[in-house]
């Protein structure tokens, strides 16, 4: 799954040389701009946490799969619902974290949106990450790291991921969404290096912002600008 993550090479290496270490932080915190394969990389964590191959993560052995179908015992993810993250999920991550694991030797919690907490929802998840149950992983995304709490954040080792390159974000788009090389460059460029909002924009949204740059930048009055 990993050989198939666009770009963050280095945070990738990063996490395998952690892994075979055996010394394993009890929580990760990805911090990064949303839509450039943070979640992706954090699902390949949870999957080489429950591998059972030689060469972990195998990313195709009976639990590794389980993880990427999001039907592993031993994985919880919690996704927000509506706006925020709400205490009622984090009361559930809690009850399921203190069970014995079933299949794994380890249990792995990843929360999306991170930064999405209500503040009794970031508090109960801090008195997780100060006690955290026996062999238990906690796998923190964000897009907006400044708004956890700043205990949160010191308990966490930090991964930061960077915005794609424009190059990456047209291969995505032209490889996978089938777009055109035209369509694939502008919208890369308004994206920012984020295949997530890259593959949001319509044709009729990008050529409505050229347009608008094109008028700019032909002789507009003080007025249109």
């Known amino acids: 799954m990993w050989n198939n993550v666009i770009g963050h090479r280095a945070q990738i290496e990063q996490l395998t040389k952690t892994l075979a270490s055996g010394k394993l932080p009890n929580a990760w915190l990805f911090a990064g701009p949303r839509g450039i394969g943070k979640r992706k990389v954090a699902d390949g964590l949870a999957a080489a946490l429950c591998c059972t191959s030689i060469d972990v993560p195998c990313f ?18 919690v996704e927000r ?20 694991s079933l299949e794994s030797k380890h249990k792995v919690a990843i929360i999306d949106d991170a930064d999405s907490m209500t503040p009794s929802a970031a508090n109960a998840i801090l008195k997780l990450l100060e006690e955290p149950p026996e062999a238990t992983h906690f796998i923190l995304v964000t897009a907006a790291a400044h708004r956890l709490l700043p205990t949160i954040r010191s308990r966490c080792h930090r991964i930061a991921f960077s915005p794609l390159g424009d190059d990456e974000v047209v291969g995505y788009l032209e490889t996978s969404e089938s777009w055109n090389g035209s369509d694939a460059r502008h919208a890369a460029r308004l994206a920012q290096g984020s295949i997530g909002v890259a593959v949001e924009l319509t044709s009729d949204f ?20």
């Open 206 to 225: 990008i050529d409505g912002v050229i347009g608008r740059f094109e008028a700019v930048s032909s002789g507009a009055s003080a007025a249109d600008i």
């Open 81 to 100: 619902e509506t706006q925020q993250l709400k205490i009622e999920q984090v009361r559930e991550l809690t009850q399921r974290v203190q069970f014995h």
């Open 60 to 77: 195709s052995c009976d639990p590794c799969t389980k993880v990427l179908k999001n039907i592993h015992p031993d994985v919880v993810v």
